[in-house]
């Protein structure tokens, strides 16, 4: 059986997780602290999955955006700045 890439033909699974980084560190959260509060929200996330999140190797639902936006206590309009 083929092993499953994360990437389709080099291109990244989402484009937003370079944004949601740095949405993460102008509060100053780490990866740990938004995986904890995403939990308590009820997004049952580890740093492991935002990372790849962030770094654009999985992809993500509008649900799972929205989430993070509201941990953030961001908008949608804040994804496009």
């Known amino acids: 059986m083929a092993q499953r890439s994360s990437r389709i ?12 980084r740095s949405l993460r560190e102008q509060i100053g959260f780490t990866q740990a602290e ?15 999955v935002l990372n790849r999140v962030e770094l654009g190797k999985r992809s993500l639902t509008d649900i799972e955006i929205q989430k993070v936006l509201d941990t953030l206590g961001k908008k949608w309009a804040d994804l496009d700045e």
């Open 9 to 20: 033909q080099g291109e990244a699974l989402n484009l937003k997780g370079p944004r949601l």
């Open 34 to 48: 938004l995986a904890r509060r995403l939990q308590l929200n009820g997004w049952d996330v580890d740093i492991m």
